[in-house]
């Protein structure tokens, strides 16, 4: 358990860190999501995990979500140059990230 949270907390300080350059904090979010879909999963099937599981389960919902929102073109035109353009990819992405890194923070201060 106290891998994942360091491996999550250091990817995480990295994407913030390279958000001082936008289009390098854009391609570090990119590798954060998959690091973090993978640590989720792995939580997914630690059985000791028991109580984060409805967190974790949000967690994946609103991934679900999300990605599901790529996939409609009318969202990725309609909100590519306004400030919804900022929300959908930066704000909304990041926000997500960091309800992860709760999930996997919090466990660490009660399990360990």
Known sequence: MKKIYYINLIAFIITLLLYLTIWLGLIAQIALGFIQLILSLILRFDFNYSDKRKHLNYYHLIVIFYSGLF?????FESFMNNIFGIIIYIILPMSIASYFTWIV???KKTIL
């Open 105 to 107: 923070d919090s466990p």
């Open 71 to 75: 996939f409609i073109p009318v969202v």
